[in-house]
T-cell receptor, first 112, second 117 residues
Framework: RKEVEQDPGPFNVPEGATVAFNCTYS??????FFWYRQDCRKEPKLLMS???SGNEDGRFTAQLNRASQYISLLIRDSKLSDSATYLC?????????????FGTGTRLKVLA | DADVTQTPRNRITKTGKRIMLECSQT?????MYWYRQDPGLGLRLIYY???????NKGEISDGYSVSRQAQAKFSLSLESAIPNQTALYFC????????????????FGPGTRLTVL
């Protein structure tokens, strides 16, 4: 089982739709979580950090469920420009140091 | 100007050649990282450095070496390139106090697309 699992998609949604992605993680001791956005062949860019139960930034909401070990990302009122791959990242203690563990990403296509 | 830069942006080389990828940052961060990304796989950590005198192996360091020439510069070398090192390579930086490692936020360079023939 992968340490961080995401549905690869693609999720094809019309403009204006609400879409949600889930990410599950295996290490219950993980303390912080991130969503990064990655456009094709570009670098990952931080979208949101999640340290407690959740975080909201405009149309984007991230929620953390520690009991079930998953993080979700909700995008409301989808825009064409939201089309990208969304990477779930878990910060995990490895040999005394926290390290990023990446999911493989969920691809979103917003259609006109 | 970009905070984290990588050179070259694209490189095609042959098996057995030595190649160096360079990363520079103007963010003033102490911590720097090298990752590779392959289709269908998440980013994987190759090496990381928490300051100029600190170099650590990541999960896939075999076949790679690094040099931290200054706080702002971190280079990745492939001593003898092989085709399965064909990938997209990212440099990243972060600036977190050691007792707040858990909240570390990393910032990525634009990537180097490396093809080994």
């Amino acid at each position: 089982r992968k340490e961080v699992e995401q549905d690869p998609g693609p999720f094809n949604v019309p403009e204006g739709a609400t879409v949600a992605f889930n990410c599950t993680y295996s290490n219950s001791a993980s303390q912080s979580f991130f969503w990064y956005r990655q456009d094709c062949r570009k670098e990952p860019k931080l979208l949101m950090s999640v340290y407690s139960s959740g975080n909201e930034d405009g149309r984007f909401t991230a929620q953390l469920n520690r009991a079930s070990q998953y993080i979700s990302l909700l995008i409301r009122d989808s825009k064409l420009s939201d089309s990208a791959t969304y990477l779930c990242v878990v910060n995990k203690m490895v040999q005394g140091t926290y390290k990023y563990i990446f999911g493989t990403g969920t691809r979103l296509k917003v259609l006109a | 100007d970009a905070d984290v830069t990588q050179t070259p942006r694209n490189r095609i080389t042959k098996t057995g050649k030595r190649i160096m990828l360079e990363c520079s940052q103007t963010k003033g961060h102490d911590r720097m990282y090298w990752y590779r990304q392959d289709p269908g796989l998440g980013l994987r950590l190759i090496y990381y450095s928490f300051d100029v005198k600190d170099i650590n192996k990541g999960e896939i360091s075999d076949g790679y070496s690094v040099s931290r020439q200054a706080q702002a510069k971190f280079s990745l070398s492939l001593e003898s390139a092989i085709p399965n090192q064909t990938a997209l390579y990212f440099c990243a930086t972060s600036d977190t106090e050691r007792d707040r490692d858990w909240s570390d936020t990393q910032y990525f360079g634009p990537g180097t697309r490396l093809t080994v023939l």
